[in-house]
């Protein structure tokens, strides 16, 4: 038998979640989820194109001032708006691997998110990218944590076994 | 093998049979066995990494016709 960590304390994994596609927001979901179910204590941190995952699906566009408005509006976001890193074709590819997706029966991005919080993991916003991109809190699915920043990250992934970048 | 509680997972891809493992175990008393049916070949590598990470014993599977059957003791 493998040696089994004799504190109670549970062991860290943190994700730092840069990129917003759909692809990639699957492998940081999948890696969080099964982390979760491996007893680990999980913080995904999302910063700049990956805040896209976690915004409204429904609502106005965030943003304060007409041209953050203007780039919230083009960068609209949305767990249900990702688009692949490739193959989106406009829209085609995409579509088929969420069909693919589905016949897998593995649960979409919008449930992932459900899936993670229920679970335990914490989903936290980066600070800078929010002021930097004029969000607020109120961008964000109720799912989501406050906002933090590097300070926050450095000091869960100094005490994380598992650290990645996605 | 004899198992307590039973879990099918066939036609789910990873993570789900772990995240559904991990879920149902919170349902088993300590010492008492899953079954876990699937059909992700994944899961011969991902239930030994499971149970060892989370301390659950794994007793071991069977293999037939592309069904594999895995079994975890509850710590």
């Given at each position: 038998?493998?040696?089994?960590?004799?504190?109670?304390?549970?062991?860290?994994?943190?994700?730092?979640?840069?990129?917003?596609?759909?692809?990639?927001?699957?492998?940081?979901?999948?890696?969080?989820?099964?982390?979760?179910?491996?007893?680990m204590e999980v913080n995904?941190?999302?910063?700049?194109?990956?805040?896209?995952?976690?915004?409204?699906?429904?609502?106005?566009?965030?943003?304060?001032?007409?041209?953050?408005?203007?780039?919230?509006?083009?960068?609209?976001?949305?767990?249900?708006?990702?688009?692949?890193?490739?193959?989106?074709?406009?829209?085609?590819?995409?579509?088929?691997?969420?069909?693919?997706?589905?016949?897998?029966?593995?649960?979409?991005?919008?449930?992932?998110?459900?899936?993670?919080?229920?679970?335990?993991?914490?989903?936290?916003?980066?600070?800078?990218?929010?002021?930097?991109?004029?969000?607020?809190?109120?961008?964000?699915?109720?799912?989501?944590?406050?906002?933090?920043g590097a300070a926050f990250?450095?000091?869960?992934?100094?005490?994380?076994?598992?650290?990645?970048?996605? | 093998?004899?198992?307590?509680?039973?879990?099918?997972?066939?036609?789910?891809?990873?993570?789900?049979?772990?995240?559904?493992?991990?879920?149902?175990?919170?349902?088993?008393?300590?010492?008492?066995?899953?079954?876990?049916?699937?059909?992700?070949?994944?899961?011969?590598?991902?239930?030994?990494?499971?149970?060892?990470?989370?301390?659950?014993?794994?007793?071991?599977?069977?293999?037939?016709?592309?069904?594999?059957?895995?079994?975890?003791?509850?710590?």
């Open positions: 038998m493998p040696e089994q960590a004799k504190t109670t304390e549970k062991e860290k994994m943190t994700i730092v979640v840069f990129s917003g596609e759909l692809d990639k927001a699957l492998a940081a979901f999948i890696i969080a989820t099964t982390g979760a179910s491996m007893g995904m941190f999302f910063t700049f194109w990956g805040l896209n995952i976690l915004k409204k699906n429904e609502g106005a566009p965030g943003g304060k001032g007409i041209m953050k408005k203007m780039l919230n509006f083009m960068n609209r976001g949305g767990s249900k708006r990702l688009k692949l890193s490739q193959f989106h074709m406009f829209g085609m590819g995409t579509g088929m691997m969420k069909q693919f997706m589905k016949e897998s029966k593995l649960p979409s991005i919008d449930e992932f998110i459900q899936m993670a919080k229920d679970m335990g993991v914490k989903m936290i916003p980066c600070s800078t990218s929010c002021g930097v991109m004029g969000l607020g809190e109120g961008a964000f699915r109720e799912e989501v944590g406050s906002l933090a990250f450095i000091n869960e992934a100094r005490q994380s076994k598992v650290t990645l970048f996605i | 093998m004899k198992a307590d509680h039973t879990l099918d997972c066939v036609g789910l891809y990873c993570p789900m049979p772990i995240v559904k493992t991990s879920q149902k175990m919170k349902e088993l008393k300590s010492g008492e066995v899953l079954e876990v049916v699937a059909d992700d070949k994944g899961i011969k590598q991902d239930m030994p990494a499971w149970a060892q990470t989370t301390g659950n014993e794994f007793l071991g599977m069977e293999e037939s016709g592309g069904e594999i059957k895995v079994y975890v003791k509850k710590k």
